[in-house]
């Protein structure tokens, strides 16, 4: 079934997404973080929804958006071939370094709808869940 959906949306000129490939994951010393990171790269939403408060918020280059939303815009896509496919649209192609005791994390990060650029995440930890994440492009 998983090829025939392949054929149909190369036919349709959708474009396919490759194989994510990244490096750096063995480098996050903070459990919490390192499993967040780990759903991100694979696209398990649930995952990475599990990891989060109920009331998490998320800052991106200094907006404040709506956790649920920004999270399945940026990072899940749900839009075109995504969907079928399960392929993230954001991810770390590389990990650099981490900081904070493993609370903010430095790479080159890929998004299908802003390219590649250098991206800082920084979580915040209370009562074993992330109740905040910052993010934005290191310039």
Known sequence: MRLITLL?????????AQAQTYEGLDKLSNPLVKTAVKAM????????MKVF??????SDDGKEREFIQWSDREIFGRLRAYIVL???RGYFKRID????KGTSIYGYFHTDRWGEFNTYMHFKIE???????????IK
């Open 86 to 88: 399960g392929k993230s």
């Open 8 to 16: 149909f949306i190369s036919a349709l000129g959708i474009p396919v």
């Open 127 to 137: 009562n074993n869940q992330i109740i905040r994440l910052d993010v934005g492009q």
């Open 41 to 48: 790269q694979d696209n398990d939403r649930e995952a990475w």
């Open 97 to 100: 370094k981490e900081e904070n």
């Open 53 to 58: 408060s109920p009331k998490a918020i998320v």
